[in-house]
C-alpha cells in the first residue's frame, strides 16, 4: 500500500474509534481503555499492505468489544464468519456443546449435545483462545472467553472447522462443521397443521416486507385452529421493524406496547440528555384471538429477539426455548470516509417493555437441549400450547 493509502485508514480508523467511544450505547459497560485501542491499532497501520489486510484491521478492532451487533459491512476469505451451527458454552474450566441449530439442520447429526471441544483443525482450543489476536479486552472471565471460543467455532472463512469433542460417553470423535447439510429455505415462512394446532415457522425472512403478506396468508387460513405455535428459531440475520409490527399487529384488538428503546441524546459543548420511549403495535386485519406459542433458540436474532419479547409484551405469546442470539442494541450504520464500507454500531439500547435489556431475556419456559434426536423444545410448545387450550 501507498503511504497515501496508509494514511487514509489511519484516518478512517481514529474516525471509527472516536465514533465508537462517542456513541457506543454499550462503552461502559465494556469498560475498555480507548488509549489502548487507538495505540495498538495505529501500530498495526503502517505494515498494512492490501485492502483485506485493511479489512482484517477494522474487524479486530470490532472484535475488541466481544459484540456480535458490532460488524463490518463487508468481508475477506480471512475474516471470521458471523454464527455457527453449534452453540459453546463455557463451564468449569470447559468448553461444551450446548445448543445445536437443530431446526434448520437437514441432515441427521450425531448427538453431539454436552460434549467438550477439545480442539479445532487439531489446535487445542485453549491455545486458540488465548492467541485470539485482541489486545485491549479480556479473556478471563467466562463470558470473555464463551464468547471467543464462539467466534473462534464460527471459523474462517478460509478455513476449515473440524472440531474434536469429547462425548459424554468418553469416545472422542471429529465433527466436520462445513459437512452439516441446511434445509433450502425457498420461502418466506413455512406453515402447516399439527393437529387443531398451526404451526408458522419464519424461515430468516424478517427483512423481507414480503413476509407481512405471506405472514397474512397463513394465519387467515388458520383462523379455526385452536392454538398456534409461532417458530422464530431462523432468524439469524434479523430484519427490520415493519415486518416484526405487521405480524404482532394480527394479535391485538388495541394499541399494545411491545418494546422500550433508550438513548443519550448528545449536543457538542452540552451536557448529556438522556431519553426514552416506548413504541406500540397497533391491531390490523382479523385478530387470531386463541393461545400462541413462540418458539425460540440461539439463532433468533436481532429483530426475532424484537418480535419475541414483543410478542410476550403485548401479552400474545408464551415463549419457549432457550436463550437468543443476544443481539444487544438497535444499530446503526457508520460509514468510512476513505473506503466503500463501514460497519455497524448500537447506539440506543432496546429492551422487554418490563425494562429488562433485550440480550438478557431468558424464556421463563427453558428447554435445556439434550438431543439432536427429536425436537425438544417444539415438543414443549406444544405440551404448553395444549394446556392452554384446554
Not at 471429529?174 to 408458522?200: A, F, M, P
Not at 422487554?352 to 433485550?358: A, E, Q, V, Y
Request: net charge negative; charged share 25%; proline share 3%.
Amino acid at each position: 500500500m501507498s503511504s497515501r493509502d496508509i494514511e487514509l485508514v489511519k484516518v478512517d480508523l481514529n474516525h471509527a474509534i472516536e465514533v465508537i467511544e462517542r456513541d457506543y450505547i454499550y462503552k461502559d459497560k465494556n469498560n475498555l481503555d480507548f488509549d489502548c485501542l487507538r495505540k495498538t491499532y495505529l501500530d498495526k497501520v503502517d505494515r498494512l499492505s492490501s485492502l483485506s489486510e485493511v479489512v482484517i484491521l477494522f474487524e479486530l478492532l470490532l472484535y475488541e468489544f466481544q459484540d456480535n451487533h458490532m460488524t463490518l459491512t463487508t468481508n475477506t476469505d480471512d475474516s471470521y464468519r458471523l454464527f455457527s451451527p453449534v452453540y459453546i458454552t463455557y463451564l468449569e474450566g470447559a468448553y461444551k456443546v450446548k445448543s445445536i441449530w437443530q431446526s434448520q439442520i437437514d441432515s441427521q447429526v450425531r448427538n453431539i449435545v454436552g460434549a467438550e471441544v477439545l480442539s479445532i483443525n487439531g489446535i487445542p482450543i485453549e491455545d486458540m483462545v488465548n492467541k485470539f489476536p485482541i489486545h485491549c479486552s479480556g479473556k478471563d472471565e467466562r463470558e470473555e472467553r464463551e464468547w471467543l471460543i464462539n467466534k473462534i467455532v464460527s471459523g474462517k472463512y478460509s478455513q476449515p472447522r473440524i472440531l474434536k469433542l469429547r462425548l459424554v460417553d468418553e469416545n472422542v470423535i471429529e465433527i466436520d462443521l462445513d459437512s452439516i447439510s441446511y434445509k433450502e429455505n425457498n420461502s418466506l415462512l413455512e406453515s402447516r397443521r399439527i393437529g387443531d394446532i398451526g404451526y408458522i415457522r419464519i424461515n430468516n425472512s424478517l427483512g423481507i416486507q414480503e413476509i407481512v403478506k405471506e405472514f397474512d396468508s397463513a394465519i387467515d387460513n388458520f383462523s379455526d385452529t385452536q392454538g398456534l405455535v409461532l417458530d422464530l428459531r431462523n432468524t439469524i440475520y434479523g430484519g427490520n421493524s415493519y415486518e416484526a409490527r405487521g405480524i404482532m399487529s394480527r394479535f391485538i384488538n388495541e394499541p399494545k406496547a411491545y418494546q422500550r428503546h433508550s438513548f443519550t441524546a448528545k449536543s457538542k459543548g452540552n451536557p448529556d440528555v438522556e431519553r426514552l420511549y416506548i413504541e406500540y403495535v397497533l391491531p390490523r386485519g382479523k385478530q387470531y384471538i386463541k393461545p400462541v406459542v413462540v418458539l425460540v433458540g440461539r439463532w433468533t436474532g436481532s429483530m426475532g429477539e424484537g418480535l419475541a419479547i414483543g410478542m410476550e409484551g403485548i401479552g400474545r405469546g408464551i415463549l419457549v426455548g432457550t436463550e437468543m442470539r443476544r443481539l444487544a442494541g438497535e444499530v446503526f450504520d457508520v460509514s468510512f470516509q476513505n473506503f466503500n464500507f463501514g460497519f455497524k454500531l448500537p447506539k440506543r439500547h432496546l429492551s422487554h417493555i418490563n425494562g429488562l435489556s433485550r440480550e438478557e431475556y431468558i424464556p421463563k419456559n427453558y428447554v435445556n437441549q439434550t438431543t439432536t434426536l427429536k425436537d425438544e423444545i417444539l415438543e414443549k410448545g406444544i405440551s404448553i400450547l395444549k394446556s392452554q387450550i384446554r
